[in-house]
């Protein structure tokens, strides 16, 4: 029920912000790659704006979360190192002789402690 209210709060007015601005930017653009001469028909692109909006949007986020994985990549190496390590504990442990059963000698087990003295 709270993943859908929050679908609903974030990506609805998300939606309409999106659909609006992709008809308010209708209108035809020229994109050209060269500095020099923009006026060159082989490096200009001509889009609507709003899809130049919703790529360059889009490499931001390609950018960003590639950005965030390689930054966490040290944590995910501790984590894999540590998965194994725990899975070579496991191992040890079943491979392990069990503890005896019975009363270790020395041991109180089955006396009284003594009676403290004032």
Avoid: C
């Avoid at 501790?78 to 496991?90: D, I, K, S």
């Avoid at 040890?92 to 003295?117: C, E, F, N």
């Amino acid at each position: 029920m709270l993943n859908r209210f929050m679908l609903i709060v974030v990506f609805v007015p998300l939606a309409i912000i999106l659909i609006a601005l992709a008809v308010a930017n209708r209108e035809l653009v020229a994109f050209t790659l060269d500095p020099f001469n923009p006026g060159n028909p082989k490096l200009t692109l001509t889009l609507p704006l709003f899809i130049f909006l919703f790529l360059a949007l889009a490499i931001g986020m390609i950018v960003g979360s590639l950005a965030t994985w390689v930054k966490q990549g040290r944590y995910r190496k501790l984590a894999r190192q540590r998965g194994v390590e725990a899975e070579n504990l496991r191992q040890a442990v079943s491979r392990a002789p069990s503890a005896p059963q019975g009363p270790v000698p020395g041991s109180a087990q089955g006396q009284a402690l003594p009676k403290p003295t004032n």
